[in-house]
């Protein structure tokens, strides 16, 4: 298959910056679609995987698979899209398509490994994937998205991994009217949660460390704020919950946030703590709750998420940086130092 030459911000080892680089992109095939790069958000998952943290990173590596921008080229056999469409791609470009997963729409879980924006395997050159850190995409149109024309580009681009991430747990565990949701954690994760859950219809209530969060979270949309540091708080608000998305992704005490739930509640784990959390017998057994994890949604549900959306206008809090400040971005993530999501202008590569 033919190939061409573009540019990109990636790392030929763990322990060097992200700098300019040329990678090679496939030509259009009959199914894909060449999508030009608008805005490309930065995930916590991307410095992981740049620093290798979680081992098994490629190199180079070029991450980014908050992407958003407009198709430049389309395929013969192409039938979902148009050129000039406004359109994402979030943390999957493809999956084996015949596992039991993937037939019901849920390839996030393919049997086989899905194969990810960047760090996978692209089948059609037998190399690593390259992600939205670069000019230019090319993506079989089964894994590419429609954004609502109502959002802003910029502020759209974490939907494709920080919304959907949120958005999947609360649809699967039936979070609407009548329920009252935890959303543990105001941070990248955090903030989507508590935008969704809220226009889902539940009273959301903010469990977070910092007492200096609650105004933000208020903000966002809360309803009420627990103090987790504060024990009469915590006392006070024990078994009244009926889901807790929990988006911590630092070493927490996950039972005391289970004592908030009500009988049959369950907590659903979605950020990535690097240990292991002890969880007590009778944390659960007590109530019969459940303790739970979850990661992105399938395509189908991705769209479902965009278009909820777009129709509460919902988007990410974001501070837009030029991909030349992407190191000293990485620097202020590891410290938290960002409301809520940095998105990369990625004009600032072609320019």
Not at 121 to 134: A, C, D, I, R, V
Not at 138 to 143: L, M, N, S, T, Y
Not at 199 to 207: D, E, K, L, N, R
Not at 295 to 315: S, V, Y
Request: a negative charge.
């Amino acid at each position: 298959m033919n190939t061409h030459e573009i540019k990109a911000f990636g790392t030929n080892e763990p322990t060097s910056d992200l700098k300019e680089m040329a990678i090679n992109r496939r030509e259009v095939g009959v199914r894909d679609v060449e999508i030009d790069i608008l805005f490309c958000g930065v995930c916590h998952s991307d410095l992981h995987t740049a620093r290798n943290e979680w081992g098994g990173t490629i190199y180079p590596n070029v991450p980014g698979h908050e992407i958003v921008g407009r198709i430049t080229k389309i395929g013969r056999d192409v039938t979902k899209f148009n050129t000039g469409d406004l359109v994402g791609v979030g943390c999957m470009v493809d999956s084996c398509r015949e596992c039991e997963s993937c037939k019901e729409g849920l390839e996030q879980y393919c049997e086989k490994g899905n194969i990810g924006t960047y760090n996978g395997h692209e089948k059609q050159l037998n190399q690593q994937t390259f992600g939205g850190y670069s000019e230019r995409v090319v993506v079989d149109e089964d894994f590419v998205l429609h954004v609502p024309r109502n959002l802003d580009p910029a502020a759209a681009a974490p939907l494709l991994c920080a919304g959907i991430t949120t958005y999947s747990p609360l649809n699967h565990w039936k979070v609407g009217p009548g329920t009252q949701v935890g959303i543990v954690g105001i941070g990248g994760l955090g903030h989507m949660g508590v935008k969704i859950a809220k226009a889902m219809g539940a009273h959301v209530v903010v469990i977070t460390t910092s007492r200096s969060k609650k105004g933000d979270a208020q903000r966002l949309g809360a309803d009420e704020v627990i103090l987790s540091t504060d024990q009469d708080q915590m006392s006070k608000n024990k078994g009244r919950l009926d889901f807790i998305l929990d988006c911590v992704s630092a070493q927490h005490d996950i039972n005391a946030y289970l004592g908030l739930l009500k009988r049959d509640g369950s907590l659903t784990l979605v950020g990535a703590p690097e240990h292991p959390l002890p969880v007590a017998a009778f944390s659960l057994i007590l109530s019969r709750k459940s303790f739970s994890g979850s990661m992105i949604g399938g395509i189908a549900e991705t769209q479902e998420m965009l278009d909820f959306c777009g129709k509460h206008n919902i988007t990410s809090d974001i501070e837009i940086i030029k991909i030349q400040d992407i190191n000293a971005a990485y620097d202020r993530l590891l410290k938290g130092d960002v409301k809520y999501r940095f998105v990369i202008d990625m004009n600032s590569l072609k320019n």
